[in-house]
């Protein structure tokens, strides 16, 4: 068994891997070469003890020659598999003596012309999905012969009945596109309500969109007091520091001084003075440094609270327009919606009306067809009973004649067999005097005989 899918080569020749598997496989019997894009099979080894061949999904058509003569040598072939192969006609001069079933499935066949002499043994051909409804039957097959020629057979109505399903026809016709034109219009209530709904979920989407650009703005917000507030007690935590580097600075500077040699007064005094003045000063001096980058730091704070209070009347104001706008629209929405439902509902009422009246019209013409019925059905029972006792009183008639026949013909046969009676009688009669003449001639007979012995 040897299989290959969708190789994509136009003959089996194009593929010399594969021609080598199948001669070393020459005594295969069962070969598949499934959606390869064959168009023909040139190169194909001799498959002698080929029983099987599935070449569906190919490309083989238009004709069966495309096969040949690569087949010519499979005389064992009992199966073959041509689906999807964009057959047009059955025709050829090849044949396929033991070839049992066939099947040309899924191709533009419009006849089954020429199987017969492709396939003499076929039994069973599979024809579906082609341009024409194809039927294949074998004729040594009488059970199907008789099926297709029943199936085949239709049955002709009357005229009356005709009329009557015309009418029916029409009926139906009507109550049909009726309910067709009602279900359209159902549907395109159904789509309309569909885009109302989704320019709601849009809208509801839109707002959500809104208020989280406003939580976004907020923490933004309350990020840029929090980041203010730590530059303050950084700038505040800086002017402390200089301070108490300031004041050690002149610390190490009055001690140098003194390692230098100078007085320990003049040391007491840039004491006193840095305690009591000097002191003061530089702490006038810090603390007016600490108080100007306190005002610029709170100038700075005060003018991002400005823009963070412009950027917040900014955001809120198109915040509140854009709620508006879309407060507005699903409003406008809220408005179709509920004219919509309106509509829907008063088309729902009135496709109810109409179904019930439908249904009405329906019941009645239901009880007219049942009368109608039951009136044609009376009437036929009425012809059939009328026609049962004109061949009952016909067959009273026929058996009537036929006794009074019977009867001649009885007394004829009496007659007959009265007079050949009196022929049997008078025959027995005859029979009695030719046995006694007889009798006498065997006596005389005797008595001669005996007077010439003597």
Not at 294 to 302: A, M, N, T
Not at 353 to 359: D, F, N, Q
């Amino acid at each position: 068994m040897a299989s290959y899918y969708g190789l994509g080569i136009r003959a089996v020749a194009d593929s010399p891997t594969v021609v080598k598997e199948l001669e070393a496989q020459d005594d295969a019997t069962k070969l598949t070469l499934f959606g390869c894009g064959l168009r023909s099979l040139r190169g194909l080894p001799p498959l002698r003890q080929l029983t099987e061949l599935v070449l569906a999904a190919n490309e083989l058509g238009p004709s069966l020659d495309a096969l040949f003569p690569a087949l010519a040598v499979c005389g064992l072939l009992t199966k073959l598999d041509l689906s999807q192969n964009a057959l047009e006609t059955l025709v050829t001069s090849h044949k396929l003596p033991s070839l049992d079933v066939l099947d040309c499935s899924a191709n533009k066949l419009r006849s089954l012309d020429g199987l017969a002499t492709f396939a003499p043994s076929l039994k069973t051909c599979k024809t579906q999905d082609n341009l024409e409804p194809l039927e294949w039957q074998n004729d040594d097959d009488v059970d199907a012969l008789v099926e297709r020629a029943l199936r085949t057979s239709v049955e002709v109505p009357r005229p009356s009945e005709r009329r009557k399903m015309a009418a029916m026809a029409s009926a139906t016709t009507v109550q049909f596109e009726e309910a067709r034109r009602q279900r359209l219009r159902a549907d395109a209530v159904e789509k309309e309500n569909a885009m109302l709904d989704e320019a709601l979920v849009a809208a509801h989407a839109r707002v959500e969109e809104l208020e989280e650009r406003l939580k976004s703005c907020q923490q933004q917000v309350s990020s840029a007091e929090r980041k203010a507030t730590r530059s303050l007690r950084r700038a505040e935590a800086e002017a402390q520091d200089v301070l108490r580097k300031a004041a050690a600075r002149r610390v190490v500077g009055a001690l140098r001084r003194y390692e230098d040699g100078a007085s320990m007064k003049s040391v007491r005094d840039v004491f006193v003075y840095w305690r009591r003045g000097t002191h003061a000063v530089t702490s006038q001096s810090m603390e007016a440094k600490h108080a100007a980058a306190c005002d610029s730091l709170r100038k700075d704070l005060e003018a991002a609270h400005q823009r963070h209070a412009a950027l917040s009347d900014e955001l809120t104001e198109a915040h509140d327009e854009r709620l508006a706008v879309e407060a507005g629209r699903l409003s406008a929405a809220e408005a179709r919606t509920e004219q919509l439902e309106a509509r829907h509902t008063t088309r729902m009422d009135e496709r109810e009306a109409a179904l019930e009246a439908s249904l009405h019209a329906r019941a009645a013409d239901d009880d007219r067809r049942r009368a109608a019925e039951v009136r044609q059905r009376s009437d036929l029972e009425r012809a059939l009973n009328a026609e049962l006792i004109k061949e009952r009183r016909e067959a009273d008639d026929r058996f009537a004649h036929a006794a009074a026949a019977g009867a001649v013909a009885f007394s004829a046969i009496e007659q007959r067999a009265a007079s050949s009676d009196a022929a049997l009688m008078e025959a027995r009669s005859r029979d009695a005097s030719a046995r006694q003449q007889l009798a006498e001639l065997k006596r005389a007979y005797a008595a001669l005989a005996a007077r010439e012995a003597d």
